[in-house]
Nanobody
C-alpha cells in the first residue's frame, strides 16, 4: 500500500549532525497522512530498536531513551516525507536506519507493516 525510500545516511564524526529523509508513495487507498510513521535502527549483533515515532498529524512523538534530546522526528504530509534530524551523534548510533509505516493510530514496535530498504549511518570516534 505504501513504498518507502530512505536517504541522507553517510559517514559523520562524533558530535556531528545528519538528517535522514523518508519519501513515501501510497499505491492506492490510503494516503500518506493516514499512516503513523517510525524510525528504527539495527546495528550488527544488536536487536532492532525503534528510535522515534510520530502520529498521523505529526503532533505526538515518541523517542527511545537512547536518543531523547538528540534526535527529532518530523513529517511533512504535503510532501509525503518523514524526517529524522540527528544531532550530537555518537559512535553507538552507528546502524542501518529504517523508515516504517503503520496503519494504526498509535502503533507499538511490532505494529509497522511497511518498511524501507534502510540507509547506513556511520559515526566515527
Amino acid at each position: 500500500q505504501v513504498q518507502l525510500v530512505e536517504s541522507g545516511g553517510g559517514l559523520v564524526q562524533a558530535g556531528g549532525s545528519l538528517r535522514l529523509s523518508c519519501a513515501a508513495s501510497a499505491a492506492s487507498g490510503r494516503t500518506f497522512s493516514t499512516y503513523a510513521m517510525g524510525w528504527f535502527r539495527q546495528a550488527p549483533g544488536k536487536a532492532r530498536e525503534r528510535v522515534a515515532a510520530t502520529s498521523r498529524d505529526g503532533i505526538n512523538t515518541y523517542y527511545a531513551n537512547s536518543v531523547k534530546g538528540r534526535f527529532t522526528i518530523s513529517r511533512d504530509n504535503a510532501k509525503n516525507t518523514v524526517y529524522l534530524r540527528m544531532n550530537s551523534l555518537k559512535p553507538e548510533d552507528t546502524a542501518v536506519y529504517y523508515c516504517a509505516a503503520s496503519p494504526l493510530s498509535y502503533p507499538e514496535g511490532r505494529d509497522y507493516a511497511y518498511w524501507g530498504q534502510g540507509t547506513q549511518v556511520t559515526v566515527s570516534s
